[in-house]
């Protein structure tokens, strides 16, 4: 053994657990999403949204409602309100995601899906590994149409 090596008996895992009360802070911050009340972005203004640190659910309403995005942001109001529904395909995913679906054929008919039938939630959390943390976890109990949709 060169000294970096240690028998298998005396490995330690450098994983680090989270504590015990994690899983339910997550499981809460889920809770605390999806029952509050969606706000509609045909008639969303920009002064509804708060220019505070967070994650958002998007989801669109048929005969039932379908999450259709999940995603994190250091200011709620500029990611869901300028990019989302305002913004260019650049700074906008879900647009890009409904276009390159075939589920809207250009920028204006994406515009015009999430104006009609989308809705947006959102949860305030300051803390960026915590915000990474439940959007994942979110993502991973709603399963979103356009989860977690490409690696880089």
Known sequence: MDGH???Q???QS???KQKKGWQRHLAQAYKQLTKSKPKAFSNI???DIPEEA???LISAKFNI???YYVGRTKNLRQRIY????MGSLANARLKKYLIGSGECKDIEKAKIFIRRKCYVRWFKEKDLRKRGSIEGY???VVFPKYGIYEEH
């Open 9 to 11: 008996g005396e490995y």
């Open 138 to 140: 979110v993502t991973g």
């Open 82 to 85: 300028r990019n989302h529904l």
């Open 65 to 67: 409602e379908c999450p």
């Open 54 to 56: 967070g994650v958002y």
């Open 5 to 7: 090596d240690k028998p």
């Open 14 to 16: 450098m994983i680090k």
């Open 45 to 47: 203004v920009p002064s």
